[in-house]
């Protein structure tokens, strides 16, 4: 583990809201890109959001318009507010801060290498 605290994960109904925060205890976020991924039993890891160095944010089809992502470097967190949670959302999620290509061709069998994820679990 290099350092990153997850939270926030929990179990909701559809159409329910949680927000996740991860905590970098020795990372500055405003100067890093991170990513956002989950994976979910049984099938590989996906790419939900990510955040460029230079502010720039994007979304996966399958979250975009319900997820948030955004970053309040005094406390050095990143939250991703999941919105509208879909039974599909159901996964664990993980932080991974690196550069751009590294972030998108992160390997799923690493996603516990900054920590471990924090899991959620959206009932129908």
């Known amino acids: 583990e290099r350092g990153l605290a997850l939270s926030g994960g929990g179990s909701v109904q559809a159409g329910g809201t949680l927000k996740l925060s991860c905590t970098a205890s020795?990372?500055?976020?405003?100067?890093?890109?991170m990513g956002w991924y989950r994976q979910a039993p049984g099938k590989e890891c996906e790419l939900v959001s990510t955040?460029?160095?230079?502010?720039?944010?994007w979304y996966s089809d399958s979250v975009k318009d319900r997820f948030t992502l955004s970053l309040d470097n005094s406390r050095h967190t990143v939250y991703l507010q999941m919105d509208s949670l879909k039974p599909e959302d159901s996964a664990e999620y993980y932080c991974?801060?690196?550069?751009?290509?590294?972030?998108?061709?992160?390997?799923?069998?690493?996603?516990?290498?900054w920590g471990q994820g924090t899991l959620v679990t959206v009932s129908s």
């Open positions: 955040r460029r160095r230079d502010g720039r944010i």
């Open positions: 991974i801060p690196a550069d751009m290509a590294t972030v998108s061709s992160w390997p799923c069998s690493n996603l516990g290498a």
């Open positions: 020795r990372l500055d976020f405003g100067e890093s890109s």
